[in-house]
């Protein structure tokens, strides 16, 4: 297919040359320095991608590739690689014998943050690079304490992992061989003494971590990632390292360093404005020349010139901004999962110097849509609502929480993982991501496949549950940080929300950190000026999204309670984090009817192979001290015995390597469950709005999407990439149309129909009803009903007693029969993922009996490494969960409840098999083989 391209001149104003002192590089000299970097470049594709467009005109290349690494004392040395960490060096040399994740090696390990860490490195400079007017060394990311020296002369400090350095060199660099170093302080002990150093005025809390967590003090003093000294989820690897590139610029006019873009609709346009950032020479008072900005459609290309004379911002900092109109019918709209294409557009932006020579240029992927978050009183109600709207259509959020996929920042951006996380949640139906505050701002990449899959991205500041200091120097620090992170990050289509913190509005008001009394006034004082003062002001000036000073909140509320509410977790407004670890998770009347969910969740072990790899026999019973040890939240491992003793038939030995699989197997059934009736519970209450002021529930974000260790976690999938029973399941509750049923407090069954749909569907909602011990039902009825278009339908509200005696239940009808539901079009074809309701504990059901599943055939899919596995059953079979030993891929459903004699799922394959070597290995397991 062919397309004619029609281009569109848009001049913005007369062009008038000035002329300045400029001489730009020769082609053989650029591509002598180009190709001296391109064997270093190989490690840091991912994250250098975003930025090498902007200097390919320019001398520059990564110093990126082999360093040396030394201790303090000098008794370690070892190679290492930029971008990278002491802890992969380190390993890498042999001088770490085993896996940092291998049993306690998080403990027997720490001595290597206690050190201090000195990188180096050789690198030549060709007499042509000298001549330049500008000379920077750019790091972009350096965790986290350090002072960097060329050639033996001091010529900046680092304390910020989240921030760009970039630092003039001109006048210490020198052709021929330069020596650079960067001289690390052990976060550890930087941290302290900054702790120190403040207790002299007043104590900022929390001083460490729970002991549970076996971590380090005072993280919140260092502009780290907080998680880096454990969590309750992740262990303590406070790390020290050249995470991100580090890049030699040579230039002499500017160099773009970020683009953003802001679309505005109008009647019959938008009008794009793009905003174009640069750095130069401090002592530079004036910069002119031309900006081309370049706008590729379908059919046309757009391009629009604007001649500037620019004056800095501050000292060697200097934008402008060229604006665009972009009819609407030229483009496609930008839509979350599951609600349209994911349209892109390829935007190139480039500088021309007076001469008419290019002096900087680079390009981004941008998407026509508009966001808002909406806060507006409650008709016939009380509180607000609080719910997105894109391309004017109410989105209900469905999604998960994202913590750093490693502990170690440079192996976070690891692209094969980012990319079976997201599309992980794209299969399971989610239209939303939290990166969660105590992490990292994520890489490109990350933020790239967000916006090509749909996922919109609310996005924490990298601030949570901590207070944290306020004095000038950290609070330039957090401008910088914001600035720069904003201006990154603002043209992704993705990004949804701005959040600055993580449960701190929490904390004051519930006294977390010992902070009420005579000097709570003084912590309110600090979380004002960090969250409201400082970061909210540079967020609004660089973009047009929403902001919320916390999470949990009560939004534009808890602006009006002077920003710390009276209750941070109501209902009635904001969004609301709840956790229950003693009630009975699989009841529904425990949960909150709140307007947005962005964080619940309940734990569970992850497999037993993922375990194994990092553990030995003698780990595998629940009462080891390897069990203990993984356990970081408190009281965790206690909770999901007393959370599966409430539904499960929990086996009274948890000692033995065999009972340990159980309770792995267990726990992620109770985690499985509980999710499910809570998540469908936040989505039946869309449409609702109850007589106390809660309802009309429009998200759902469980924690936590990822694990960033082999351990019990909130996670659905583990660490490495495998699947939990959660993730499956999430498949099915996040489902676009769900027929989902309930058992309410009051004994009566209620089955509603939850759509996301835009528009109506007839629909066949059939009931049937099962005893224990048999694959035919004993009552079945259908009905005809109208799907309407994104709302909920309560179609069924009957009593549920009588309903089932009504029905053939014999003896103890709850323990006796259960409840299996389908929804389907009028032709017959399901429309909704097979719904299921149990009417007791599994303990105390009856006739249930040891069903024998075997596969009966595997056959090749219509894809490469997709196959079709049937497998067969001769009774009810609730939670068969299949493994493929030794095969890495995943099913297409698992953990599902079987109530025919056959039923065929889809595995996908990350290898090359054969259908027999996947027979071999298909292992099945099911709730009646430990019952």
Request: charged share 20%; glycine share 6%.
């Amino acid at each position: 297919m062919s397309v004619k391209t029609h281009i569109r001149v848009i001049e913005s104003q007369n062009f008038i040359p000035k002329i300045l002192k400029l001489k730009l590089p020769s082609f053989s000299f650029v591509l002598s320095t180009m190709m001296a970097g391109i064997l270093l470049l190989t490690s840091a594709i991912v994250t250098f991608t975003t930025f090498i467009d902007a200097t390919l005109l320019l001398d520059s290349s990564a110093l990126d590739g082999t360093w040396t690494v030394r201790n303090a004392n000098g008794t370690i040395k070892a190679a290492a690689v930029v971008p990278g960490g002491i802890y992969t060096d380190l390993r890498t040399a042999g001088i770490l014998s085993q896996d940092i994740y291998y049993r306690f090696n998080d403990i027997e390990y720490r001595w290597v943050s206690m050190d201090n860490w000195t990188y180096s490195t050789n690198f030549q400079v060709a007499p042509e690079l000298i001549k330049k007017q500008q000379i920077f060394l750019v790091f972009h990311g350096v965790d986290t304490v350090a002072s960097v020296y060329l050639n033996d002369k001091h010529i900046g400090d680092c304390g910020n992992m989240f921030v760009r350095y970039s630092f003039p060199i001109k006048s210490v660099i020198q052709s021929g061989e330069n020596h650079l170093e960067v001289r690390f302080q052990s976060a550890i002990t930087a941290a302290q003494a900054r702790s120190e150093e403040q207790a002299k005025n007043y104590v900022v809390p929390p001083n460490c971590v729970p002991k549970e967590y076996r971590g380090e003090c005072h993280v919140n003093f260092l502009r780290k990632m907080q998680a880096s000294f454990a969590w309750d989820w992740g262990p303590a690897f406070p790390s020290a390292g050249l995470w991100k590139s580090v890049v030699l610029e040579a230039f002499d006019t500017a160099v773009i360093r970020d683009v953003t873009t802001n679309a505005k609709e109008t009647k019959d346009h938008w009008i794009l404005d793009v905003k174009i950032f640069f750095e130069t020479g401090r002592e530079v008072s004036e910069v002119s020349g031309k900006f081309e900005v370049s706008l590729q459609l379908d059919t046309q290309l757009l391009i629009t010139t604007k001649a500037v004379t620019m004056t800095p911002d501050v000292p060697g900092e200097f934008n402008a901004t060229v604006q665009m109109e972009v009819a609407k019918e030229d483009v496609e709209l930008w839509w979350p999962n599951e609600f349209g294409a994911q349209k892109l557009y390829n935007l190139s932006v480039s500088f021309n110097d007076s001469f008419g020579k290019e002096v900087s240029q680079t390009s981004l992927k941008v998407g026509f849509r508009t966001i808002e978050l909406v806060q507006e009183p409650v008709k016939k109600g009380t509180g607000l609502t609080f719910y997105f709207k894109v391309n004017n259509v109410s989105i209900f959020s469905k999604g998960s929480n994202w913590i750093p996929s490693h502990v170690l920042p440079e192996k976070s951006a690891d692209p094969v993982t980012i990319h079976h996380l997201l599309s992980s949640s794209k299969k399971a139906h989610m239209n939303m991501l939290r990166v969660w505050g105590g992490g990292l701002y994520e890489s490109d990449l990350f933020y790239q496949l967000a916006d090509e899959m749909g996922i919109l991205i609310w996005q924490d500041f990298m601030f949570a549950c901590a207070l944290y200091p306020t004095n000038p120097e950290f609070l330039r620090s957090v401008k910088t940080e914001v600035k720069q992170q904003v201006r990154r990050l603002q043209h992704h289509p993705s990004i949804a929300l701005w959040a600055g913190n993580n449960e701190n509005e929490a904390a004051l008001r519930g006294n977390w950190y010992g902070t009420s009394g005579s000097k709570y006034s003084l912590y309110k004082a600090d979380y004002i000026k960090l969250y409201v003062d400082t970061i909210r002001p540079l967020v609004q000036a660089e973009d047009s999204r929403p902001y919320v000073v916390s999470s949990p909140s009560n939004g534009l509320e808890s602006e009006q309670e002077g920003y710390i509410a009276d209750n941070p977790y109501s209902s009635l407004y904001g969004d609301t984090h709840y956790y229950n670890y003693l009630a009975n998770g699989w009841q529904p009347a425990i949960y909150p009817e709140t307007r947005f969910a962005s964080e619940y969740g309940f734990q569970s072990l992850p497999s037993f192979k993922t375990l194994s790899a990092v553990s030995e026999l003698s780990d595998w019973s629940m009462t080891s001290n390897f069990s203990d040890h993984r356990q970081h939240h408190p009281g965790g491992n206690y909770e999901m015995q007393i959370e599966m003793l409430q539904t499960l038939p929990v086996p009274a030995d948890i000692t033995s390597p065999e009972e340990y699989q159980t309770f792995i197997y267990f726990s992620q059934i109770y985690q499985a469950m509980a999710i499910k009736t809570e998540t469908e519970n936040y989505r039946r209450w869309r449409s609702t709005l109850i007589s106390n002021g809660q309802g009309l529930t429009m998200g759902a974000l469980y924690w936590q999407l990822n694990d960033i260790w082999q351990a019990p976690s909130w996670a659905s999938i583990e660490f490495g990439g495998k699947w939990k029973m959660l993730h499956y399941f999430a498949c099915n509750f996040f489902a676009p149309v769900l027929v989902s049923p309930c058992m309410t407090i009051s004994g009566e069954l209620e089955v509603h129909l939850i759509s996301d749909l835009l528009q109506d569907m007839e629909t066949v909602l059939t009931i049937s009803v099962y005893s224990w011990d048999s694959l035919t039902p004993i009552y079945k009825i259908s009905s005809n009903h109208i799907l309407h278009n994104a709302s909920v339908t309560k179609v069924v509200d009957t009593y549920l007693v009588d309903f089932v005696h009504s029905v053939g239940c014999k003896g103890n009808v709850f323990q006796s029969c259960f409840f299996y539901f389908t929804l389907q079009t009028r032709s017959g074809q399901d429309i909704s993922p097979h719904n299921f309701l149990l009417l007791s504990s599994l303990a105390e059901i009856v006739g249930f009996r040891r069903a024998n599943i075997t596969v009966d055939a595997v056959t090749p899919g219509a894809e490469a490494k997709v196959f079709e596995v049937k497998i067969k059953t001769d009774a009810v079979a609730l939670f068969v969960w299949l493994e493929a030993y030794n095969i890495e891929g995943h099913f297409s459903d698992n953990g599902f409840l079987m109530v025919t004699s056959s039923r065929k799922v889809q595995f996908n394959a990350k290898q090359n098999i054969t259908s027999d070597q996947l027979k071999q290995a298909v292992t099945i397991i099911s709730l009646a083989d430990i019952h």
